[in-house]
Protein backbone atom coordinates (compact mmCIF):
# COMPACT_ATOMS: atom_id res chain seq x y z
CA UNK A 1 0.00 0.00 0.00
CA UNK A 2 1.64 3.40 -0.96
CA UNK A 3 1.92 5.61 1.77
CA UNK A 4 2.78 9.75 1.13
CA UNK A 5 4.05 11.70 3.57
CA UNK A 6 4.42 15.73 3.11
CA UNK A 7 6.67 17.85 4.90
CA UNK A 8 8.05 21.31 4.95
CA UNK A 9 5.50 23.68 5.83
CA UNK A 10 5.53 26.50 8.08
CA UNK A 11 5.26 30.23 8.42
CA UNK A 12 7.26 32.23 6.18
CA UNK A 13 6.81 36.23 5.55
CA UNK A 14 5.53 37.23 2.02
CA UNK A 15 7.69 36.99 -0.08
CA UNK A 16 9.68 34.02 1.11
CA UNK A 17 10.21 30.44 -0.18
CA UNK A 18 9.14 27.37 1.17
CA UNK A 19 10.34 23.46 -0.22
CA UNK A 20 7.40 20.92 0.10
CA UNK A 21 8.87 17.37 0.25
CA UNK A 22 5.93 14.55 -0.31
CA UNK A 23 7.83 11.08 0.17
CA UNK A 24 6.69 7.83 -0.73
CA UNK A 25 6.53 4.57 0.76
CA UNK A 26 5.45 1.08 0.40
CA UNK A 27 5.18 1.53 -3.38
CA UNK A 28 7.58 3.28 -6.34
CA UNK A 29 6.89 6.81 -7.47
CA UNK A 30 8.12 5.95 -10.79
CA UNK A 31 4.44 4.72 -11.46
CA UNK A 32 2.51 7.60 -10.35
CA UNK A 33 1.47 10.90 -10.94
CA UNK A 34 1.53 13.32 -8.59
CA UNK A 35 -0.54 16.11 -7.72
CA UNK A 36 -0.14 18.99 -4.90
CA UNK A 37 -3.63 20.54 -3.56
CA UNK A 38 -3.86 23.03 -1.80
CA UNK A 39 -6.87 23.62 0.82
CA UNK A 40 -7.01 27.40 2.06
CA UNK A 41 -8.92 28.21 5.24
CA UNK A 42 -12.58 27.45 4.23
CA UNK A 43 -12.23 26.88 0.55
CA UNK A 44 -12.05 24.06 -1.26
CA UNK A 45 -8.96 21.66 -1.98
CA UNK A 46 -7.90 22.45 -5.34
CA UNK A 47 -5.49 21.04 -7.96
CA UNK A 48 -2.18 23.77 -8.26
CA UNK A 49 0.73 21.64 -9.64
CA UNK A 50 1.02 17.91 -10.95
CA UNK A 51 4.02 15.71 -12.43
CA UNK A 52 3.31 12.49 -14.27
CA UNK A 53 5.22 9.56 -14.30
CA UNK A 54 7.55 10.53 -17.04
CA UNK A 55 8.30 13.94 -15.69
CA UNK A 56 6.09 16.14 -17.41
CA UNK A 57 4.46 18.59 -15.47
CA UNK A 58 0.91 20.76 -15.81
CA UNK A 59 -0.43 23.88 -13.75
CA UNK A 60 -4.17 24.41 -13.13
CA UNK A 61 -3.54 27.66 -11.28
CA UNK A 62 -2.94 30.61 -12.96
CA UNK A 63 -1.94 32.53 -9.56
CA UNK A 64 1.49 30.09 -9.17
CA UNK A 65 3.10 30.18 -12.32
CA UNK A 66 6.22 30.84 -12.29
CA UNK A 67 6.91 31.39 -8.53
CA UNK A 68 6.03 27.19 -7.82
CA UNK A 69 7.65 24.01 -9.63
CA UNK A 70 6.95 20.64 -9.33
CA UNK A 71 9.96 17.73 -9.92
CA UNK A 72 10.55 14.08 -8.56
CA UNK A 73 14.05 12.90 -7.36
CA UNK A 74 13.23 8.91 -8.01
CA UNK A 75 16.33 8.13 -6.15
CA UNK A 76 14.59 8.96 -3.02
CA UNK A 77 11.19 8.18 -4.10
CA UNK A 78 9.96 11.90 -3.16
CA UNK A 79 8.48 14.52 -5.16
CA UNK A 80 9.21 18.35 -3.98
CA UNK A 81 6.94 21.78 -4.37
CA UNK A 82 9.26 24.71 -4.63
CA UNK A 83 7.45 27.56 -4.09
CA UNK A 84 8.93 30.85 -4.44
CA UNK A 85 7.49 34.41 -3.51
CA UNK A 86 4.65 33.51 -1.24
CA UNK A 87 2.16 35.79 -0.73
CA UNK A 88 -0.50 35.57 1.97
CA UNK A 89 -3.14 34.23 0.09
CA UNK A 90 -1.05 31.28 -0.39
CA UNK A 91 -2.00 30.41 3.38
CA UNK A 92 -3.47 27.05 3.28
CA UNK A 93 -2.91 23.13 4.19
CA UNK A 94 -1.22 21.29 1.21
CA UNK A 95 -1.70 17.59 0.52
CA UNK A 96 0.07 15.47 -2.13
CA UNK A 97 -1.67 12.77 -3.59
CA UNK A 98 -0.92 9.54 -6.76
CA UNK A 99 -2.75 8.27 -9.40
CA UNK A 100 -2.25 7.11 -13.12
CA UNK A 101 -2.51 10.02 -14.65
CA UNK A 102 -2.43 13.80 -13.80
CA UNK A 103 -5.91 15.21 -12.94
CA UNK A 104 -7.28 17.95 -11.27
CA UNK A 105 -10.43 15.77 -10.10
CA UNK A 106 -9.72 14.63 -6.05
CA UNK A 107 -11.80 11.53 -6.59
CA UNK A 108 -9.42 10.68 -9.04
CA UNK A 109 -6.73 9.59 -6.51
CA UNK A 110 -6.25 6.88 -4.78
CA UNK A 111 -3.44 8.01 -2.57
CA UNK A 112 -3.30 11.08 -0.26
CA UNK A 113 -0.54 12.10 2.23
CA UNK A 114 -2.09 13.61 5.81
CA UNK A 115 -1.16 17.66 4.08
CA UNK A 116 1.18 20.09 5.70
CA UNK A 117 0.11 23.46 6.66
CA UNK A 118 1.58 26.93 5.05
CA UNK A 119 1.13 29.67 6.74
CA UNK A 120 2.39 33.00 5.01
CA UNK A 121 2.09 35.83 7.33
CA UNK A 122 4.31 38.98 7.95
Known amino acids: QLQLVESGGGLVQPGGSLRLSCAAS????????IGWFRQAPGKEREGILC????????NSEDSVKGRFTISRDRVKNTVYLQMNSLKTEDTGVYYC???????????????WGQGTQVTVSS
Open 97 to 111: AADRACSWLRVRYDY
Open 26 to 33: GGSLDYYA
Open 51 to 58: ISSSGGTS
